[in-house]
């Protein structure tokens, strides 16, 4: 078989990855709120609400549907952040991380208001402070940090065209204060807002934020396309087995 067939087949098989989680995520809140109204549950006042979200039908065997298509999901790509091989050890490392808080999102849940559980800080004395809640912002802090400190890696193979290099950077700077934007925004009005049973507004920006999340990895396929182009580009200038390697790293 070619190397450059092999060199082709990891590139499209990585950006068909790439693709997929992007979708899945985009899909994640779409789909659970959709279930969650086709089991008569009205919106509710966050995205982490549907763990506990119970369907009004009587006489159904399962009280609360929506939570199976919630930690489902959130397995689909907490996994998948967990296997998902960075262009570092460093990126690696955080993308693990991040799909380990993704988990831990679907496994602890979410805290009942008067109501006690052991997944709290309780014994430190914040009592509604969950183990839940703190994977979501650590997830977020990781995905910030992925996109932020880690994504010149592969923009750096794109040598002669600067214009091109700040195209991408903004559109990660933009993608990446979004998400830290939501994802504060989101903590602080579930500590701030005293009426959340009344409204969505919390479940509205996670939502945002989320979709921030999966336009990152569409920019993310769309650069390394680019990226790959600048390499062939480039590849008189290179060696065959170095042009080979950085290659199949995308």
């Known amino acids: 078989m070619e190397q450059d067939h092999i060199d082709k087949a990891i590139i499209e098989n990585y950006g068909k990855l790439r693709t997929r989680m992007g979708a899945l995520t985009a899909a994640f809140p779409v789909v659970v709120i959709l279930i969650g109204l086709l089991w008569g549950i009205r919106l509710q006042p966050s995205l982490s609400d ?126 990446g204060a979004y998400m830290m934007l939501a994802m504060g925004g989101s903590v602080i009005m579930h500590f701030l807002h005293t009426d959340r049973a009344n409204d969505s507004y919390i479940l509205f920006v996670e939502w945002s934020g989320l979709w921030a999340f999966a336009a990152y990895w569409f920019v993310k396929n769309w650069e390394l396309r680019f990226v790959a182009e600048s390499i062939r580009k480039e590849s008189s200038s290179l060696s065959p087995m170095g042009n080979a390697d950085v290659v199949q790293s995308l």
């Open 50 to 175: 549907y763990y506990f979200a119970q369907t009004p039908a009587q006489g159904v065997a399962d009280l609360y549907p929506a939570r199976l298509w919630f930690c489902g999901l959130l397995f689909a790509v907490g996994v998948f952040l967990y296997r998902y091989k960075g262009f570092s050890k460093n990126e690696d490392r955080w993308l693990s991380l991040t799909g380990i808080f993704t988990l831990g999102v679907a496994i602890f849940p979410m805290g009942i208001p008067d109501k006690t559980s052991p997944f709290t800080l309780a014994s430190f004395g914040y009592p509604n402070i969950t183990l839940h809640g703190i994977s979501a912002v650590l997830a977020f802090v990781c995905i910030g940090v992925i996109i932020f400190w880690y994504s010149d890696q592969t923009l750096s193979q794109i040598k002669n065209d600067e214009t091109a290099r700040k195209r991408f950077r903004t559109f990660y700077f933009l993608i």
